[in-house]
């Protein structure tokens, strides 16, 4: 089966600095790759999605790489922010249906 | 658009007890997704449905739970009995097959308290 993992529980980072997050995924069958926001007491929200056929995929402030032969996803977070502050998911499915996994997050601390 | 709504917001019950979750998609989304999250196992997904039909409940914990689409705007998961291991955040999302790749909606979720 598929399984999505995270290496960090948690990160700890300055305000104004970058972020990175890191994941792995197991299922060299995976195709998109997706990253979760979640912030206390809320739903996750989508932040930013890369297909396999993609190394890297940016959007504002935030960059998803994608390496597919070890199999490793990251989340860079520029200048992160207090409002930063949550837990972040990787996610993985495959081509057909709408089917995601999920890794087990990351927390990550803002500190002023 | 209101995004994903899902009733109730808390619920506490006592274990044996017949639980009822309630989740509108967003309107026009044809994919509908019922997630159970807990510290010690993370995100899971347990049913999803497409135009109202399940299409994988493979992770759905045992046959005291049950999910129901009768229709395009109203899911139902309900779990009867109800354990105290059923305590959790149980999350309903949606998404649109034309929309961004795999991209769901979450709600902002029911926490479930068995006693």
């Known amino acids: 089966g598929e399984s999505v993992g995270l290496h960090l529980p948690t990160l700890s980072v300055q305000e104004g600095d970058n972020s990175i997050i890191n994941c792995a995924y197991s299922?060299?069958?995976?195709?998109?790759f997706i990253w979760y926001k979640q912030e206390s007491g809320k739903g996750p929200q989508f932040i930013i999605d890369?297909?396999?056929?993609?190394d890297k995929r940016q959007g504002q402030r935030v960059t998803v790489l994608l390496n597919k032969t070890v199999k490793h996803l990251s989340l860079q977070i520029a200048a992160t922010q207090p409002g930063d502050s949550a837990v972040y998911f990787c996610?993985?499915?495959?081509?057909?249906?709408?089917?995601?996994?999920f890794g087990g997050g990351t927390r990550v601390l803002v500190k002023p | 658009d209101a995004g994903v709504i899902q009733s109730p917001r808390h619920e506490v019950t006592e274990m044996g007890q017949e639980v009822t979750l309630r989740c509108k998609p967003i309107?026009?989304?044809?994919?509908l997704f019922w997630y159970r999250q807990t510290m010690m196992r993370g995100l899971e997904l347990l049913i999803y449905?497409?135009?109202?039909?399940?299409?994988?409940d493979s992770g759905m914990p045992e046959d005291r739970f049950s999910a129901k689409m009768p229709n395009a705007s109203f899911s139902t998961l309900k779990i009867q009995p109800s354990e105290p291991r059923d305590s959790a955040v149980y999350f309903c999302?949606?998404?649109?097959?034309?929309?961004?790749?795999?991209?769901?909606?979450f709600g902002p979720g029911t926490r479930l308290t068995v006693l």
């Open positions: 999302a949606s998404s649109l097959t034309s929309g961004r790749l795999n991209e769901q909606f």
């Open positions: 890369i297909r396999s056929n993609m």
């Open positions: 299922n060299s069958a995976s195709d998109y």
């Open positions: 996610a993985a499915s495959k081509a057909a249906g709408n089917k995601l996994t």
């Open positions: 449905f497409n135009n109202n039909v399940p299409i994988d």
């Open positions: 309107s026009g989304h044809d994919y």
